[in-house]
C-alpha cells in the first residue's frame, strides 16, 4: 500500500505544473524556486552560510593582546640573576666540611639565599636534611634552583617549602617542624629547653594562632593568597631581630601562650586534655550562657568529628574560643560568633534568632534582681547599634561595618560583659575605641593583664618553687617553676586534629575578607 501511495505521488508532482515550470528554469540555468514546504529550510542554509562566510572575514581577536595578570606564584622579576644567587650559595657551603650543612649551619646559608634567618629550617628540612642529618651542596643547590625558577615571592617560597608533595597549601601538620626550630633556636624562649615535654602545647598553640588569622576562608588550607595577604611572613622575619619572643603578639609571644594554656588548665579538671560543656560553662564564672555554649559543641565552629561525637572541645578549639570570646572586634572572631548565633546557616541572624538567646539573658538577669529590658526595647538598641542594610535581619557584612560588634554580641550570651556595657555611656564607647591605639587590640590588654595576675599569682605561692632551683632571672624563673609544676600533673600533650579533618558548616556569607 505504501508503495502505490508513493508511486501515485510521484506521477502527482510529475504532472504538477509549477514544479515542471521550475525544473524547466532549472534546466536553462535560472534559479530554482522550491515549492513554498521547502522554502522555509532553504533559507536557514542559506543563512548559516552566510555567517559562515562573515566569520570567515572577521579581525583575530583583541584577547591576545591582554598581559597576565594572575600569578598565584607571585609575580616573575625582570632582573633576578639566578646565577649569582647559586653562586653565593655554593661559596657559603664551601665553608662547611665537605661542603655539607648541618641544620645549625643553615643560618648562614639562609642568608646566602636573602631569605630570613628562622626559613632555616624549613631550607633544611626541604632539602632532605631531616633523613641524613645533613645538606650537600648539590642537593641544596638543586632544591633551591628549582624554587627560584617556580616561585617569584616569599609566600610562594615559603608555600613551597613547608608544604607536603603534590600539594599547594599548607596544614596545621605542615608548620611543627619550623616551629620546632623557633623553639629550639630562639633567645627568647631559651627557657624552654628544660621542658621538652612542654614545646608541642607552645607549637600548638602558635599554629593556631596562625590559622585564626592567616586561614580567612576557615578551610584548614593556608594558600599562597592567604599567606600574602597576612603579616605572617613580615613576623617570622621580625624573629631575628626581636630578641624578646613576647614582644611578637601576633602569633609567637610566649605570654600569650601561657594565659591560654592557664585558662584551659583551670577548666580542665579530669586532665583528658579535652573539655566538656559543664567545664567550658565554668568560664569567666558561669558568663557565657547555656545556649551559646550548647551551639560552640553543635560543631559550628569546633573541628575534629571525634571530639564532637563524645561532646568535648580539645585545646586547640579552646584557643579559638578565648581569642574570640576576648576580642570580638576581629573579622574571624565575628565571623566565629555569627556562625554560633545564625542557628539555621542562612547567612543572616532574624529576630528570633537574636530573641532565642537574649531569653536567657534575661533569666540570668531576673535571678540577679535586675530588671531586664524587654526584647523590643533591646531589640531597637541593637538595630540602631548595626544600622543593618535590610530590614528584619543582620547579616555578616553589618556586623562587619559595625565599631561596636563587642557590645552586640556581648548583650546575646555574655552576662557579665553585657552589664559593663550597660555601665557605659555608648557615645563614650565608641570615642574610647576610636581614640584607643590600632596598635593594641582587645586581646593584647587582655592576655597582659591576666599574665600579670597569673604572675604575682605564682609569685606569692609557695608550692610553685618547692624543690627547684635554677640560674634563670626572677621572670624565667617563674615561668620554668610554673611548667615543672603542670608537667608534674599532665600527660604529654599530643596535637590536635587539623582543621581540613572538619566539615564546618556551608554558608553563603557576604565574603569581605581584607
Known amino acids: 500500500m505504501k508503495s502505490e501511495s508513493m508511486r501515485i505521488k510521484e506521477i502527482s508532482l510529475r504532472q504538477d505544473p509549477d514544479l515542471r515550470k521550475?525544473?524547466?528554469?532549472?534546466?536553462?540555468?535560472?534559479?530554482?524556486?522550491?515549492?513554498?514546504?521547502?522554502?522555509?529550510?532553504?533559507?536557514?542554509?542559506?543563512?548559516?552560510?552566510?555567517?559562515?562566510?562573515?566569520?570567515?572575514t572577521l579581525p583575530p581577536s583583541h584577547s591576545q593582546n591582554i598581559p597576565t595578570f594572575y600569578f598565584p606564584r607571585g609575580c616573575p622579576k625582570e632582573k633576578v640573576n639566578i646565577d649569582a644567587v647559586i653562586a653565593k650559595i655554593e661559596k657559603t657551603f664551601s665553608e662547611f666540611p665537605n661542603e655539607r650543612a648541618t641544620l645549625e649551619d643553615m643560618g648562614k646559608v639562609a642568608k646566602a639565599c636573602e631569605c630570613p634567618l628562622y626559613w632555616k629550617g624549613p631550607l633544611f628540612y626541604c632539602a632532605g636534611g631531616e633523613r641524613t642529618g645533613y645538606v650537600s651542596v648539590h642537593k641544596f643547590v638543586a632544591m633551591w634552583r628549582k624554587i627560584l625558577q617556580t616561585c617569584y615571592d616569599d609566600a610562594a617560597k615559603f608555600v613551597h617549602l613547608l608544604m607536603n608533595p603534590g600539594c599547594n597549601y599548607l596544614v596545621q601538620e605542615d608548620f611543627i617542624p619550623f616551629l620546632q626550630d623557633v623553639v629550639n633556636s630562639h633567645p627568647g624562649l631559651s627557657f624552654l629547653k628544660e621542658a621538652s615535654e612542654f614545646h608541642s602545647r607552645y607549637i600548638t598553640t602558635v599554629i593556631q594562632r596562625i590559622f585564626y588569622t592567616v586561614n580567612r576562608s576557615w578551610s584548614g588550607k593556608i594558600t599562597c593568597n592567604e599567606l600574602r595577604k597576612s603579616n605572617f611572613l613580615q613576623n617570622v622575619a621580625l624573629l631575628e631581630e626581636e630578641a624578646d619572643i613576647n614582644q611578637l603578639t601576633e602569633y609567637f609571644s610566649y605570654e600569650h601562650f601561657y594565659v591560654i594554656y592557664c585558662k584551659f588548665w583551670e577548666l580542665d579538671t579530669d586532665h583528658d586534655l579535652y573539655i566538656d560543656r559543664k567545664d567550658l560553662a565554668r568560664h569567666n564564672d558561669h558568663a557565657i550562657s547555656n545556649r551559646m555554649i550548647e551551639r560552640i559543641f553543635s560543631g559550628a565552629v569546633t573541628r575534629g568529628r571525634k571530639a564532637q561525637?563524645?561532646?568535648?572541645?580539645?585545646?586547640?578549639?579552646?584557643?579559638?574560643?578565648?581569642?574570640?570570646?576576648?576580642?570580638?572586634?576581629?573579622?574571624?572572631?565575628?565571623?566565629?560568633?555569627?556562625?554560633?548565633?545564625?542557628?539555621?546557616?542562612?547567612?543572616?541572624?532574624?529576630?528570633?534568632?537574636?530573641?532565642?538567646?537574649?531569653?536567657?539573658?534575661?533569666?540570668?538577669?531576673?535571678?540577679?534582681?535586675?530588671?531586664?529590658?524587654p526584647f523590643e526595647d533591646c531589640l531597637c538598641q541593637m538595630l540602631d547599634l548595626v544600622k543593618p542594610q535590610h530590614e528584619g535581619k543582620i547579616t555578616l557584612h553589618d556586623l562587619k561595618r559595625c565599631k561596636l560588634t563587642n557590645v552586640f554580641f556581648d548583650t546575646f550570651f555574655n552576662i557579665e560583659k553585657y552589664l559593663d556595657h550597660e555601665q557605659k555611656d555608648q557615645f563614650s564607647m565608641l570615642r574610647d575605641g576610636e581614640g584607643e591605639s590600632p596598635e593594641v587590640s582587645d586581646w593584647e590588654k587582655y592576655a597582659a593583664e591576666e599574665y600579670d595576675i597569673l604572675v604575682a599569682e605564682e609569685a606569692a605561692s609557695d608550692q610553685w618553687n618547692d624543690g627547684y632551683e635554677a640560674e634563670l632571672n626572677p621572670v624565667d624563673h617563674q615561668k620554668a617553676n610554673v611548667l615543672k609544676y603542670q608537667m608534674e600533673k599532665r600527660p604529654f600533650f599530643e596535637m590536635p586534629s587539623h582543621l581540613a579533618d572538619v566539615d564546618l558548616d556551608e554558608y553563603d556569607y557576604e565574603e569581605d575578607f581584607e
Open 309 to 373: 561525637k563524645d561532646g568535648k572541645i580539645s585545646y586547640a578549639d579552646f584557643v579559638w574560643f578565648l581569642i574570640s570570646e576576648e576580642d570580638k572586634k576581629t573579622p574571624t572572631s565575628i565571623e566565629y560568633w555569627f556562625r554560633c548565633m545564625d542557628l539555621d546557616g542562612d547567612g543572616a541572624l532574624s529576630m528570633y534568632e537574636l530573641e532565642y538567646f537574649y531569653e536567657e539573658q534575661c533569666q540570668k538577669l531576673d535571678n540577679m534582681a535586675i530588671e531586664p529590658l
Open 22 to 56: 521550475e525544473l524547466a528554469l532549472l534546466a536553462r540555468g535560472c534559479d530554482f524556486v522550491l515549492p513554498s514546504r521547502f522554502k522555509k529550510r532553504l533559507k536557514a542554509f542559506q543563512q548559516v552560510q552566510v555567517q559562515t562566510k562573515k566569520e570567515e
